[in-house]
C-alpha cells in the first residue's frame, strides 16, 4: 500500500514538473504565431504524439482556424466550419474525444489525410476554454507512438489546456494593442501628410527607405518596429510649426527658420507623451535625432555620432534621400547621381558612413518601388524584374560612366530605370 501511494505520489510530482516546464516555455511568447507553434510542439512531445494542431475558434465567422500546423507548409491558414469534423464536434459540445481508431469513427473526415498522404490511427481532441468557462478553441493531438491515449493523457492535456488558453487570451489580447497602436500611429503619420500637402507621402517614403536599410543590416524585429514606428512619426512636430511659416514660398527670416529646426524638439514632446510599448521607448528619441549629425553639428541638440541611436542615423539617411528624390510643386525630382553625390560628400560629417554603404546595397527594384509608392499599381513587375538582383549602386555607378562605353543590356536597364525616375510610364 505503501509503495503504491509513493507511487502515486512521484506520478503527480512528475506530472506537475511536466506542467511547470510548459507554463515557463510559453511565458517567453506573445506572438501568436510562436506561442501555437511552442503550444503544439510542446504537447506533442509531452504526450508522445506524432503531431498537435490548436484550432482557435472564430465566433463571427463561426469557423475553426490555425494559423500554423505540424506538418503543414507555414503560412498557410486553415479554416473550416466551426461545426464540422470531429475538431468541430468538441467546439460545439465541449466534449472531450478520445476516438482509439480514427476511421471507425464517423465523424472523422478522411479528406485531409487523402491530400496529405498523412495516415491519422488515433486521436485525442479537447476543447479549450477562457476563464469564463467559454470555449475559445480546440487541442487535437495526433497519433500517440506507444498506443492509444490513455486517461492519463486526457487528465494532463486538460490541465495543460487551461495553461495555454491563458497564454491565447493574454496573446491575443497583446495583438489587439499591437493592432491599436499601428492604427493610432499611422492615423498621426497621415494626418500629418493631410495638413503638410507639398510633402504628402514623405513619412511614408522614410519609414520604408528606413525599415528597408533595418533589413538589409540585418537588424532584430523589435530595433526594425522602433524605427517603423519613428519614421512613421518623425516628422509629427511640424503640427506644432504654423502654416504661415510651413507652406511660405518665399525665403525664410532667421525667426522662422528656428521655429522649423523646432520641429524634432517638438516631436520629441509628442511622442514622450504617448505610452509606448517598452520594446518600443526608443521610438521618440529616434524620431527626434532624424536632423542631428553625426558631426555635432546638427539640431535640435547637436549630438555626435555615439549620442545619436542608430535608428536616428538610419532615419537622417532616408529622410534625405527622400526629400531630394521626391517631386514638389516647384521643381522636379533632382538626378539620381546628384543626390548621391551629395549624400557622398556628407557621409562621415551628416550621415553615418556604415548607414551609407548599406544603403548602396538595396536592391534597386526595391528602391523604385519606394519611389513610386504612390504609383505603386502603376508598376510592371515584368519590367522590374531584373533590377531585384542589381543593388542601387550599380544605377550611381552606370550614371557616371561614359555612355558611350555601355553595353546593349546596360543602355536597356538604363532605360528603363529612367523611365521610372522621371515617371514616363
Known amino acids: 500500500m505503501e509503495t503504491q501511494e509513493i507511487q502515486r505520489l512521484k506520478s503527480e510530482n512528475e506530472r506537475l514538473q511536466v506542467l511547470l516546464h510548459f507554463a515557463q516555455n510559453l511565458q517567453a511568447q506573445l506572438e501568436l504565431d510562436k506561442l501555437l507553434y511552442t503550444t503544439m510542439e510542446e504537447v506533442a512531445r509531452i504526450l508522445n504524439a506524432d503531431r498537435c494542431t490548436v484550432f482557435l475558434l472564430d465566433e463571427e465567422k463561426q469557423e475553426l482556424w490555425s494559423l500554423v500546423a505540424m506538418g503543414i507548409e507555414k503560412g498557410k491558414e486553415i479554416r473550416f466550419p466551426a461545426d464540422k469534423g470531429i475538431a468541430g464536434h468538441v467546439a460545439m459540445t465541449g466534449e472531450i474525444l478520445n476516438i482509439p481508431d480514427a476511421y471507425r469513427d464517423s465523424r472523422f473526415n478522411p479528406e485531409i489525410d487523402r491530400k496529405t498522404g498523412y495516415r491519422t490511427r488515433n486521436m485525442l481532441t479537447m476543447p479549450m476554454s477562457d476563464k469564463n468557462e467559454?470555449?475559445?478553441?480546440?487541442?487535437?493531438?495526433?497519433?500517440?507512438?506507444?498506443?492509444?491515449?490513455?486517461?492519463?493523457?486526457?487528465?494532463?492535456?486538460?490541465?495543460?489546456?487551461?495553461?495555454?488558453?491563458?497564454?491565447?487570451?493574454?496573446?491575443?489580447?497583446?495583438?489587439?494593442?499591437?493592432?491599436?497602436?499601428?492604427?493610432?500611429?499611422?492615423?498621426?503619420?497621415?494626418?500629418?501628410?493631410?495638413?503638410?500637402?507639398?510633402?504628402?507621402?514623405?513619412?511614408?517614403?522614410?519609414?520604408?527607405?528606413?525599415?528597408?536599410?533595418?533589413?538589409?543590416?540585418?537588424?532584430?524585429?523589435?530595433?526594425?518596429?522602433?524605427?517603423?514606428?519613428?519614421?512613421?512619426?518623425?516628422?509629427?512636430?511640424?503640427?506644432?510649426?504654423?502654416?504661415?511659416?510651413?507652406?511660405?514660398?518665399?525665403?525664410?527670416?532667421?525667426?522662422?527658420?528656428?521655429?522649423?529646426?523646432?520641429?524634432?524638439?517638438?516631436?520629441?514632446?509628442?511622442?514622450?507623451?504617448?505610452?509606448?510599448?517598452?520594446?518600443?521607448?526608443?521610438?521618440?528619441?529616434?524620431?527626434?535625432?532624424?536632423?542631428?549629425?553625426?558631426?555635432?553639428?546638427?539640431?535640435?541638440?547637436?549630438?555626435?555620432?555615439?549620442?545619436?541611436?542608430?535608428?536616428?542615423?538610419?532615419?537622417?539617411?532616408a529622410d534625405v534621400f527622400d526629400a531630394l528624390t521626391s517631386r514638389r510643386q516647384y521643381r522636379d525630382r533632382e538626378p539620381i547621381e546628384k543626390v548621391w553625390s551629395i549624400i557622398e560628400k556628407d557621409a562621415g560629417e551628416t550621415f553615418d558612413g556604415k548607414v551609407v554603404d548599406v544603403f548602396l546595397k538595396i536592391p534597386l527594384k526595391r528602391i523604385i518601388e519606394i519611389l513610386e509608392y504612390d504609383q505603386r499599381e502603376k508598376l510592371n513587375p515584368e519590367e522590374l524584374a531584373p533590377f531585384k538582383y542589381l543593388p542601387f549602386q550599380w544605377i550611381i555607378e552606370i550614371k557616371r560612366k561614359d555612355p558611350e562605353t555601355l553595353t546593349e543590356d546596360e543602355q536597356s536597364l538604363l532605360k528603363t530605370f529612367d523611365r521610372y525616375y522621371w515617371r514616363q510610364y
Do not use: W
Open 134 to 317: 467559454a470555449i475559445i478553441g480546440v487541442f487535437q493531438v495526433l497519433n500517440k507512438e506507444d498506443g492509444a491515449f490513455s486517461h492519463e493523457d486526457e487528465e494532463l492535456l486538460s490541465a495543460i489546456s487551461k495553461i495555454a488558453a491563458t497564454a491565447i487570451e493574454n496573446s491575443l489580447l497583446y495583438e489587439e494593442q499591437v493592432e491599436s497602436l499601428n492604427s493610432f500611429v499611422e492615423t498621426l503619420s497621415a494626418t500629418l501628410d493631410t495638413r503638410d500637402y507639398i510633402t504628402a507621402g514623405h513619412s511614408q517614403r522614410v519609414t520604408l527607405y528606413a525599415t528597408t536599410i533595418c533589413q538589409q543590416m540585418k537588424m532584430d524585429k523589435d530595433c526594425c518596429e522602433q524605427i517603423r514606428y519613428a519614421g512613421l512619426l518623425h516628422d509629427i512636430g511640424k503640427l506644432g510649426v504654423p502654416e504661415s511659416v510651413l507652406f511660405k514660398a518665399g525665403k525664410l527670416t532667421d525667426e522662422e527658420y528656428a521655429v522649423i529646426k523646432n520641429h524634432p524638439a517638438v516631436t520629441r514632446q509628442i511622442l514622450e507623451s504617448i505610452h509606448f510599448p517598452r520594446k518600443l521607448k526608443l521610438v521618440p528619441d529616434i524620431a527626434s535625432t532624424h536632423h542631428e549629425k553625426i558631426n555635432g553639428k546638427g539640431y535640435p541638440d547637436g549630438l555626435t555620432i555615439d549620442q545619436i541611436p542608430l535608428g536616428g542615423r538610419v532615419l537622417a539617411l
